[in-house]
């Protein structure tokens, strides 16, 4: 693989990795550009395994024989403080890519041959987005599908707090809202909304009505779900709590539901 010597944070050949700590520019600039941005190796090494192709490497002179990738990706090699000027952070883990964002199946590819779908609506924490793709992969979710307002799978928190299980789990990003939610019942699925209510049902008792395909669909960190996502869904579903606490992190709720409904 060509490896080149890097000694400017000026130079062009960088912009991928400019300013990774502005999530607001990440934002806006990672999608336009068709990229996505994976740290560490082992996060590197599991984005590889899964087929997608990387733009270039940026690494520390440390890292240099860490990853292997395709003859024609060139791999940058700076110095940690270069690194850490160019990106904005310490680079504690001494390796980025910079890669090519994969095309999203449409709902209704995705869908096919699931039982186990979590719907996530403006959840805006990458942090939390990531566990939640962890939890789906490790308990055995079959998909995700994030509503047109919630954060970024593939960006640079997500992925690394997931430990690159997004690229493990299919997902894709609605179209329209709530109509996704028409369309994954119209796909047969029974949408199950995880929130607080009055008329809500306990997550053992829906779990125990054992649903040929469920999709389980959680809200905002702060709010929770809208009322129109709440009224599309089929049920509303309360995980039953004690000690005075009326709700779990959304990451943790994901968990449990994901386990009752296996």
């Known amino acids: 693989m060509p490896v080149i010597a890097i000694d400017s944070v000026d130079d062009p050949r960088l912009e991928d990795y400019r300013g990774l700590t502005d999530v607001a520019l990440r934002r806006r600039l990672e999608p336009e550009r068709g990229l996505y941005m994976a740290e560490g190796t082992k996060v590197i090494e599991r984005a590889l395994a899964a087929g997608h192709e990387p733009r270039s490497l940026l690494l520390s002179e440390r890292w240099v024989d860490s990853v292997a990738v395709p003859s024609d990706v060139p791999v940058y090699v700076a110095t940690e403080g270069l690194l850490e000027a160019v990106t904005g952070y310490q680079v504690h883990r001494g390796a ?12 209704a590819d ?6 186990r779908i979590v719907v996530l609506e403006e959840i805006v924490d990458h942090t939390n987005v990531g566990a939640i ?12 599908v994030v509503a047109p307002t919630c954060a ?7 992925v690394k707090v997931s430990m690159g299980t997004v690229f493990q789990v299919p997902w ?3 179209e329209s809202w709530p109509g996704a939610l028409d369309d994954l019942r119209r796909l047969g699925f029974v949408v199950a909304a995880l929130a607080l209510a009055d008329d809500a049902v306990s997550l053992d008792d829906f779990a125990a009505q054992r649903h040929e395909r469920v999709a389980l669909l959680m809200g905002a960190e702060g709010d929770g779900l809208t009322r129109a ?10 995980i039953p709590m004690a000690g005075g606490v009326d709700s779990l992190n959304v990451a943790a709720a994901s968990a449990v539901a994901l386990w009752a409904v296996r």
Request: hydrophobic share 50%.
């Open 110 to 115: 995705l869908a096919r041959d699931a039982r």
């Open 229 to 238: 996502a709440v009224a599309a869904a089929d049920a509303t579903v309360t």
């Open 133 to 144: 793709f962890r939890s789906a992969a490790g308990i055995g979710a079959d998909a995700i």
């Open 172 to 174: 894709t990003r609605a």
């Open 152 to 158: 970024d799978p593939l960006y640079r928190r997500s």
């Open 96 to 107: 980025l890519a910079a890669m090519h964002r994969p095309a999203l199946p449409s709902l």
